[in-house]
């Protein structure tokens, strides 16, 4: 099982600073759909630097009851699958930029998750479909489009927990609802952590919020009690 436990987690920049994270609680139990909302500042990206250990700590973190520190990093990344808000495409093909956690992938494999994703008729609106190139020296790929590339390869990762990043920051309506559905569908049977500053729509993907304030979760609840405030 793949519970995720942050006790008193404490993250500063350098000796001098504030604590960014100053004593942050935190359980996601395999299985569980949580919002991370707080304004900006508040540290949701300090946690999650901390989580896929970017950043040394104080406190403890604990996956699956192993202490974070006694997981090496790539084992941390192919536990925790995170769709970052600019997903980082290499100078290769999609295929190349997709199969990026598994080297060994088949192509029936590679369609299924293309599915998933709801990125099939933009591959097929690729001029050279999965070969298409991508990268740097590539066509232009759309910032929707990135993050459904990166769910894709999250799906293949098959990490029992997915963090999502301001997955809807600065799409279009109808952008972020083709997100959704991907979102939906990556989430099944997974552990998921969406952090945001303004949850929004992001409602229907989770059960529950936990707001994050000065470096600390200060309230957990479901999250229609959350919604009935606004
Ligand atoms: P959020 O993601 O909620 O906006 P952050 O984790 O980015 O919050 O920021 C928490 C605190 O840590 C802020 O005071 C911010 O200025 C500081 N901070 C974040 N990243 C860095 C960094 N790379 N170097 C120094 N301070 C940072
Ligand atoms: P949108 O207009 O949909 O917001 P952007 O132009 O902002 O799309 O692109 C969003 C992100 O997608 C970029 O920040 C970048 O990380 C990534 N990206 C876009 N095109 C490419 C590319 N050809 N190669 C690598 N990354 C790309």
């Known amino acids: 099982h793949f519970d995720l436990s942050i006790r008193q987690l404490r993250l500063r920049y350098n000796e001098t600073a504030s604590w960014a994270l100053d004593g942050v609680n935190l359980d996601l139990p395999q299985g569980a759909r949580l919002a991370l909302v707080g304004p900006s500042g508040a540290g949701k990206s300090s946690l999650m630097g901390a989580l896929l250990r970017f950043y040394p700590f104080e406190g403890r973190i604990a996956l699956g009851g192993i202490p974070l520190e006694n997981l090496g990093g790539d084992e941390v990344r192919s536990h925790i699958a995170v769709v970052e808000q600019q997903p980082y495409l290499f100078d290769a093909s999609l295929r190349e930029n997709l199969k990026l956690g598994r080297p060994d992938v088949t192509d029936e494999e590679l369609r299924t998750v293309i599915t998933q994703a709801r990125l099939d008729s933009y591959v097929d609106s690729l001029p050279h479909g999965l070969d298409t190139w991508v990268g740097e020296n590539g066509i232009r790929v759309s910032g929707g489009e990135a993050r459904r ?75 229609e009690a959350y919604r009935s405030r606004f």
């Open 149 to 223: 590339i990166a769910i894709a390869r999250a799906l293949l990762m098959d990490a029992p927990i997915l963090i999502l990043d301001e997955p809807t920051e600065g799409l279009d309506a109808v952008t972020a609802n083709e997100l959704y559905d991907s979102i939906a569908v990556a989430a099944r049977g997974r552990s998921l952590l969406v952090i945001t500053h303004r949850l929004g729509k992001l409602c229907s993907l989770v059960d529950e919020v936990a707001v994050m304030r000065d470096g600390r979760v200060v309230e957990r609840l479901p999250v």
